[in-house]
């Protein structure tokens, strides 16, 4: 039994002595691979030797103190330390020293080697409760520390100063009353890989000064301040797949040390950050680290151009993310979520970059920027958010575009007294309040295109002195009210698409100089566009359509300006004015509304009503009450309303001194004289007896004379240009079409012919129409008829044929060309080089034909059109002459060209003038 117990202990050990090999070669290599001028020949001798290593027996020891410069009698250097039966090789790259199998405990020293550049190998080594560090390497290089227990030392586990191209691999360090390895005072080109580094009383693994070392793989738990510290000018360094937990500091911390990569870490549990860029350490990559439950997740302060990208950051005490005083930073592909305060914060930061990052489930904002200029947030996810999506504090010149905010419990996107920035195609759905919102004094920011859906509060929001803002372009769907503007002035709202609103389309109270241009409003609970105090403002161009209250709303305005509106199919009335002053309203058009077009209520005076379109409305026109007085309603057109006006206030004018209004049941006669006003008044109804003493009369429909095209013009594939003149005293829209009405294309000034339409037509003769209508709705028409051709001419080859042979003399040749608009007829002996035009009388080039080789020969006929169509047709012949065969005669051909309904007919003509016969 004694027997097979021992041999057990042999296999194990020559099993243990296996993966040493395997190790020390991968070891060496990371050395080797750092080291310089070292030959691949060398590298295999040292691979080779590897295998001939053996365990040796086990020794406990005092200490072990190697000086290599030392020489001399009982000088303590590697060639004394080989002599000793802890330490076997050579200490060169294929022979290494190597120092194994020893226990040093309870002494002054652990083991110290200095000043040696010998290769050279410490393993299974046992360093513990010794008063200095367990390892100290001083101006070392080339060493291998492997597989050795450091624990329970007074100072460091392992000490690192001055020393290169080390491997420090697979080894135990714990409880040292220092930090676990240190790299000190440069320390450069050295691998801290696997080790297991834990409860030290300082840091897991520290580098001051040191540049270019790898720290891979190791697991660092429980130290007591951080597990990685990088700091004091350490510079490129990589910290790559570590395992980092539990530290009462911060996981990983970096301080003014540049270009460090910090790179698939696990940092988790730390009672400080997960990662800490500290001041000075610019140049950082931060790679797809996962970071839990550590108390902030990133944290970076006074750096600048780091970049953080594809880390995992969830549940920290405080933010995923905070950075202060750091700019030209980029955070891209981060996951961030379910910490405790907001996903990322930055304060006092410039010109940074958030893209493609996923924020959500934090309790406090998913993105807060404070006191920070010039920041891109672009393509983020930012949802269920216990505050808002995206916080702007006192921060401008910054872009959000394209983010998707949803969901969150205050605001999709808040900017809080901040100026100039954009928001820009962003979705901003389903948040608890707003989905966009300006707050205290925010100015001079631009939102645009942004789809804001299904929000609690207004879809978008301005408030509080937030002023001369642009509100563009913009999809707000379903909010509880679409845009609202409160105490804020100078601002634009233009081209928005609004529906669905709880309440109103646009809600504005106490507005100045406000500008309200060409949205689409439809289909709001309450008024689509409802306005209280407002003053030097314009609401303009806009459609308002289909609300369950009146389309436009004002109550308290002066010096403001509604025109160019349409507004139709409200359930009150089009447009809703009381207490409204000095204003102006023009050239709207208000139909089809179930109560009023326009109408009135409490004190109104001072306005000019004119220019309107007033249609369809199912009670009143327009509905002036009680307490309006001094209007001037003027040169408006009435049609089909339930009727078309009351007036119950007073002093209200419904003309000027030369023209009123158009009413359709009141149109003529207009004889004396003929002027363009119906000869009688028209009565107002209402109870102030007002009068139209000018109505205005039927003119007719509008006349249009059409410059060009001219009847029989004819055009190819470009469209042709037009110049027409319409009049009429009410012209309210002009169009054309080329396939008899089918398909109409309006214009406002002369031009072209739409191209597209153009190219859809068929040849051959159309009739381009004009159309004009006028305000009352009568429509004038002209038309003129032009050609659309481009069909190349047809050349048809009569004669000669394909493979016809020709000796000396040049073919004659016969073809017919078909084309309406003829231009040119020539031909080519040579594909078009060299071209002969065919004109009457032409002489056809014999001295050509009698420079080409025999063999065959193409020749082409080319026509043209004048609209620039061309063809070609080509037959080849043989040119062959016979032996013997001579010039017997002088030949003029002469060429007739006949045109027969459009038919080109070509002719050819030999005359022969025989040569007299040579004297004999």
């Known amino acids: 039994m004694i027997k097979k117990k021992g041999n057990k202990i042999l296999i194990l050990t020559y099993f243990s002595t296996f993966l040493f090999i395997l190790f020390l070669a991968s070891s060496m290599g990371d050395v080797l691979n750092n080291s310089k001028n070292v030959s691949s020949k060398e590298i295999i001798n040292y691979e080779n030797n590897l295998k001939k290593l053996k365990n040796s027996g086990y020794w406990a020891l005092n200490n072990i103190s190697i000086n290599d410069l030392l020489s001399g009698v009982g000088a303590k250097n590697w ?60 101006n070392v290089d080339n060493g291998v520390l492997f597989d050795n227990n450091i624990s329970f030392n007074d100072n460091y586990g392992i000490y690192l100063e001055e020393s290169n191209y080390n491997n420090i691999k697979e080894n135990s360090l714990s409880n040292n009353a220092d930090n676990g390895i240190g790299l000190m005072d440069g320390s450069n080109n050295n691998t801290i890989k696997e080790n297991i580094i834990k409860n030290n009383t300082i840091h897991g693994i520290s580098l001051e000064g040191s540049n270019e070392n790898s720290i891979e793989g190791n697991t660092v738990n429980n130290n007591t301040a951080m597990g990685i510290s990088i ?31 910090v790179l698939g870490n696990n940092i988790t549990y730390n009672s400080g950050d997960g990662i800490f860029l500290s001041s000075g350490s610019s140049g950082t990559f931060v790679k797809e680290n996962n970071l839990y439950f550590n108390n902030i997740g990133i944290h970076l302060f006074a750096n600048v151009n780091n970049t953080i990208k594809d880390n995992t950051i969830n549940n920290s005490t405080y933010d995923g993310i905070y950075l202060d005083n750091c700019n030209f930073t980029r955070f891209i592909g981060n996951i961030i979520h379910d910490n405790t305060q907001s996903g990322i914060y930055m304060g006092s930061s410039n010109n940074n970059t958030l893209y493609d990052n996923i924020i959500k489930s934090n309790d406090y904002w998913g993105i807060r920027i404070m006191n920070s200029n010039s920041v891109t947030i672009k393509e983020n996810l930012i949802e269920d958010n216990t ?113 669905g609103s709880l309440y109103e389309g646009i809600n504005m109270g106490n507005v100045d100089y406000t500008k309200v ?60 004015i009381e207490s409204f002053y000095n204003s102006l309203i023009a050239e709207n058009t208000v139909y089809n509304n179930l109560m009023h077009g326009i109408s009135t209520n409490e004190q109104n005076a001072n306005n000019n009503v004119t220019r309107n379109i007033i249609r369809d409305n199912s009670e009143k026109g327009i509905y002036l009450t009680s307490l309006t007085f001094d209007n001037l309603i003027w040169e408006n057109i009435f049609l089909r309303n339930g009727k078309h006006a009351v007036d119950d206030g007073s002093n209200n004018n419904w003309n000027i001194t030369t023209i009123g209004n158009y009413w359709d049941n009141h149109t003529g006669p207009d004889t004396f004289p003929n002027d363009g006003i119906v000869d009688m008044s028209y009565d107002i109804g209402g109870t102030a007896g007002s009068i139209d003493y000018f109505p205005i009369a039927e003119d007719g429909v509008p006349s249009i004379t059409i410059n060009s095209p001219s009847g029989g013009d004819v055009f190819s594939s470009i469209a042709p240009s037009f110049d027409v003149i319409i009049t009429d005293n009410f012209l309210d829209s002009m169009w054309y079409s080329i396939d008899g009405g089918l398909n109409n294309y309006t214009f406002t000034a002369n031009g072209t012919v739409d191209q597209t339409a153009w190219g859809a037509i068929s040849d051959g003769a159309l009739i381009l129409t004009f159309y004009a209508s006028d305000l009352p709705g009568n429509i004038g028409t002209a038309g003129v008829s032009i050609i659309k051709d481009t069909s190349a001419p047809i050349i048809i080859i009569n004669s000669p044929t394909d493979g016809e042979e020709f000796g000396f003399h040049v073919p004659l040749f016969n073809i017919s060309v078909i084309d309406d608009q003829l231009d040119t007829i020539w031909y080519s002996f040579d594909g078009g080089l060299t071209n002969y035009i065919i004109t009457n009388n032409t002489i056809l080039d014999q001295t050509t034909w009698t420079a080409l080789p025999e063999g065959n020969v193409i020749i082409t006929f080319y026509a043209n059109d004048t609209l620039g169509n061309e063809a070609s047709e080509s037959v080849m012949v043989i040119k062959s002459i016979p032996a013997g065969e001579q010039d017997a005669s002088i030949i003029i051909i002469i060429i007739v060209v006949s045109i027969i309904s459009s038919v080109a007919v070509v002719t050819i003509i030999y005359v022969f003038i025989k040569k007299r016969a040579t004297p004999s």
């Open 79 to 138: 060639t004394w330390a080989a002599t000793q039966p802890w330490c076997s090789g050579t200490g060169i790259l294929g022979d290494p020293y190597i120092i194994e199998n020893v226990t040093i405990k309870d002494s002054n020293k652990g083991i110290s080697i200095r000043n040696s550049i010998k290769y050279f190998v410490i393993r299974n080594v046992t360093v513990y409760n010794v008063s200095t560090a367990g390892i100290i390497l001083n």
């Open 387 to 499: 505050r808002d999506g995206i916080n702007i504090y006192s921060s401008n010149k910054s872009q959000l575009l394209s983010n998707s905010v949803n969901n969150n419990s205050q605001n999709g996107i808040e900017l809080w007294r901040s100026y100039r920035n954009t928001i820009s195609d962003n979705i901003a759905n389903f948040n608890i309040d707003y989905g966009i919102v300006l707050d205290t004094s925010s100015s001079y920011n631009y939102i645009k295109g942004n789809f804001i859906y299904k929000n609690s509060g207004s879809g978008i929001e301005l408030m509080d002195s937030s002023n001369n803002n642009t509100i563009e372009a913009n999809i707000v769907i379903d909010n509880r009210i679409g845009i609202d503007l409160a105490d804020s002035d100078g601002n634009v709202i233009i081209e928005n698409i609004i529906n």
């Open 517 to 576: 241009i060409g949205n689409i409003v439809y289909n709001n609970t309450r008024e689509g566009i409802y306005i209280n105090d407002i003053r030097n403002s314009i609401i303009s161009e806009n459609i308002v359509a289909n609300n369950t209250q009146d389309g436009i709303y004002i109550s308290v305005g002066n010096f403001t300006k509604v025109i160019g509106n349409i507004v139709y199919n409200n359930t009150k009335t089009g447009i809703f």
């Open 231 to 261: 700091a004091f000018q350490s510079n490129n360094n990589t910290i790559s797949e570590n395992i980092v937990n539990n530290g009462l500091w911060d996981g990983i911390y970096i301080q003014n040390s540049a270009n460090s990569k």
